[in-house]
């Protein structure tokens, strides 16, 4: 049923379309068009102001033949850099970029694949219920065009987010994440002249570093210290370093305390700096803890997952679900009590200029969906109590 020329062509000409985050604007206008003419009502909320996108999240719904609860389908339009001037390369059934960008089949991939599916509903006539397809911007820095969004807008009780690779999984368990920034201010001081007037922040933040359990802390907990500045020049004692990082965890009191013992470590060493020193005195520390976004934790007996492995069982294949190390929109979208499973439309190696993906795993993205909108209509009551045939 699925064409794959049509769904090819469609995901190369999205994919040519740079649409890096707070840069979706071209291709938003696009893809209303297109959706326009599958018969969806397009509309974007007014959340650019609030992301510094040049648009807001696009919304579009298909109204079902009939009545029944709608689906939430959700894919990002923003790609991570560099992603300007993309060169798509079609070649034995891999699309790659030419190796200068990324290829952006996270998320485009997702979007060609809600497309072909929806072309596939119209020229076969399939029944279906009503689906709302949400598009959001800014994934990429923060999950933000997803955090500013009005969920009042959905009416679906829950959905499925495109962003993943695997084809035959469903994610349902994503961590929490806070984000952070540490403020060593030493004091300057010419280097030559007069150093010992200074103290400096480099050094000191240094062994802040050297205390440090980084990286993989236990199976369900990461963290990581990404982003460092500091000092002006050669000559000078530097005055102040800023390092920024981040901590995930799936269990929340592992990621307090990871966080926590971060902090805990340049502050050690700054203690230790100070002893004997009169309070007011430099060397001083300024830390500051954002949450990023909150963990999800979807059952695996939900029946979004139920769902989704029955779509599977029919086309004879197999429905894992799986945790993930990451955030995404569904983070937020489960906070505001809409949970969406995170499937795989077979994209590899994102966020690098050696992304891919596979045609086929694509075509297979579409079927499965194209069998969850189809059961989903079909759904026994007690499953779907807004059902109503
Ligand atoms: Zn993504």
Same mark, same amino acid.
């Given at each position: 049923?699925?064409?794959?020329?049509?769904?090819?062509?469609?995901?190369?000409?999205?994919?040519?379309?740079?649409?890096?985050?707070?840069?979706?604007?071209?291709?938003? +206008? $696009?893809?209303?068009? /297109?959706?326009?003419?599958?018969?969806?009502?397009?509309?974007?909320?007014?959340?650019?102001?609030?992301?510094?996108?040049?648009?807001?999240?696009?919304?579009?719904?298909?109204?079902?033949? @009939?009545?029944?609860?709608?689906?939430?389908?959700?894919?990002?339009?923003?790609?991570?850099?560099?992603?300007?001037? =993309?060169?798509?390369?079609?070649?034995?059934?891999?699309?790659?970029?030419?190796?200068?960008?990324?290829?952006?089949?996270?998320? &485009?991939?997702?979007?060609?694949?809600? *497309?072909? +599916?929806?072309?596939?509903?119209?020229?076969?006539? #399939?029944?279906?219920?009503?689906?709302?397809?949400? *598009?959001?911007?800014?994934?990429?820095?923060?999950? +933000?065009?997803?955090?500013?969004?009005?969920?009042?807008?959905?009416?679906?009780?829950?959905?499925?987010?495109?962003?993943?690779? $695997?084809?035959?999984? #469903?994610?349902?368990? +994503?961590?929490?994440?806070?984000?952070?920034?540490? @403020?060593?201010?030493?004091?300057?001081?010419?280097?030559?002249?007069?150093?010992?007037?200074? =103290?400096?922040?480099?050094?000191?933040?240094?062994?802040?570093?050297?205390?440090?359990?980084?990286?993989?802390?236990?199976?369900?907990?990461?963290?990581?210290?990404?982003?460092?500045?500091?000092?002006?020049?050669?000559?000078?004692?530097?005055?102040?370093?800023?390092?920024?990082?981040?901590? @995930?965890?799936?269990?929340?009191?592992?990621?307090?305390?990871?966080?926590?013992?971060?902090?805990?470590?340049?502050?050690?060493?700054?203690?230790?700096?100070?002893?004997?020193?009169?309070?007011? !005195?430099?060397?001083?520390?300024?830390?500051?803890?954002?949450?990023?976004?909150?963990?999800?934790? =979807?059952?695996? !007996?939900?029946?979004?997952?139920?769902?989704?492995?029955?779509?599977?069982?029919? *086309?004879?294949?197999?429905?894992?679900?799986? %945790?993930?190390?990451?955030?995404?929109?569904?983070?937020?979208?489960?906070?505001?009590?809409?949970?969406?499973?995170?499937?795989?439309?077979?994209? /590899? !190696? =994102?966020?690098?200029?050696?992304?891919?993906? @596979?045609?086929?795993?694509? %075509?297979?993205?579409?079927?499965?969906?194209?069998? #969850? %909108?189809?059961?989903?209509?079909?759904?026994?009551?007690? &499953?779907?109590?807004?059902? &109503?045939?």
């Amino acid at each position: 049923m699925v064409n794959a020329e049509r769904l090819a062509e469609t995901f190369r000409s999205l994919a040519a379309i740079g649409s890096v985050s707070r840069r979706e604007g071209a291709l938003a +206008a $696009d893809l209303r068009c /297109r959706l326009e003419a599958l018969g969806a009502e397009v509309r974007f909320d007014d959340t650019a102001a609030k992301t510094g996108s040049n648009t807001g999240n696009l919304m579009a719904r298909l109204k079902g033949s @009939r009545q029944a609860p709608a689906l939430l389908l959700n894919a990002h339009m923003d790609t991570v850099l560099p992603g300007e001037g =993309i060169a798509v390369r079609f070649e034995e059934g891999v699309f790659r970029s030419d190796g200068k960008t990324i290829l952006g089949a996270d998320d &485009k991939s997702a979007i060609a694949v809600i *497309l072909e +599916a929806l072309n596939v509903l119209r020229e076969k006539n #399939i029944a279906h219920g009503p689906v709302e397809i949400l *598009l959001t911007t800014c994934e990429e820095i923060g999950l +933000a065009g997803a955090r500013h969004l009005d969920s009042g807008s959905i009416t679906a009780p829950y959905g499925y987010a495109l962003d993943g690779s $695997d084809t035959e999984g #469903i994610i349902i368990q +994503a961590p929490s994440a806070n984000r952070f920034e540490i @403020r060593v201010i030493g004091k300057d001081a010419h280097a030559g002249a007069h150093p010992e007037n200074g =103290i400096n922040a480099i050094h000191l933040a240094a062994k802040g570093m050297t205390d440090l359990t980084i990286g993989r802390i236990d199976w369900e907990t990461t963290c990581n210290i990404g982003w460092i500045e500091g000092g002006t020049a050669t000559n000078v004692v530097p005055a102040l370093v800023t390092l920024r990082g981040e901590a @995930r965890s799936h269990d929340e009191a592992k990621l307090q305390s990871v966080t926590a013992g971060i902090l805990a470590a340049f502050e050690r060493v700054i203690n230790a700096y100070r002893e004997g020193r009169p309070p007011d !005195e430099l060397p001083r520390l300024e830390t500051r803890v954002e949450r990023s976004y909150s963990g999800t934790r =979807i059952p695996p !007996e939900h029946p979004l997952v139920d769902l989704a492995r029955r779509a599977a069982q029919k *086309l004879g294949r197999g429905m894992r679900t799986k %945790i993930s190390g990451g955030g995404s929109d569904a983070n937020i979208f489960f906070e505001k009590g809409i949970p969406l499973g995170i499937l795989g439309t077979g994209m /590899r !190696e =994102i966020h690098t200029v050696r992304e891919y993906i @596979r045609l086929e795993d694509m %075509i297979r993205a579409v079927e499965l969906l194209l069998e #969850i %909108i189809q059961l989903h209509f079909f759904a026994p009551g007690k &499953k779907n109590p807004k059902l &109503k045939l």
